[in-house]
Nanobody, 122 residues
């Protein structure tokens, strides 16, 4: 069973930068698509960025050009470099596998971590 620990959040001014990190336990990490998600209070969780085991990336239109996702399969970590932050980026950020729920469960991604809070002031 995979455990996920996010870190690196904080309070920044608009236009600033943060780098989020995600540490994942287990040996299955390298075989799955990983993603960063975010959720603001009262809103649905949304997908921010994904990265395949081979390093292919995709981004939500709202963050494209500002955020960069990366991974280190050997260390079981996923990072999100966040530049030119905007107030609308304020949310709790989570990492997890990307895929259908059955697939995620079969690969050990059965729960979410605590997330890390990102707050961007005007």
């Amino acid at each position: 069973q995979v455990q996920l620990v996010e870190s690196g959040g904080g309070l920044v001014q608009a236009g600033g930068s943060l780098r989020l990190s995600c540490a994942a336990s287990g040996s299955i990490f390298s075989s799955v698509i990983m993603g960063w998600y975010r959720q603001a209070p009262g809103k649905q969780r949304e997908l921010v960025a994904t990265i395949t085991s081979g390093g292919s990336t995709n981004y939500a239109d709202s963050v494209k050009g500002r955020f960069t996702i990366s991974r280190d399969n050997a260390k079981n970590t996923v990072s999100l470099q966040m530049n030119s932050l905007k107030p609308e980026d304020t949310a709790v950020y989570y990492c997890n596998a990307r895929g259908s729920v059955p697939t995620m469960l079969l690969k050990g991604f059965g729960s979410w971590g605590q997330g890390t809070q990102v707050t961007v002031s005007s």
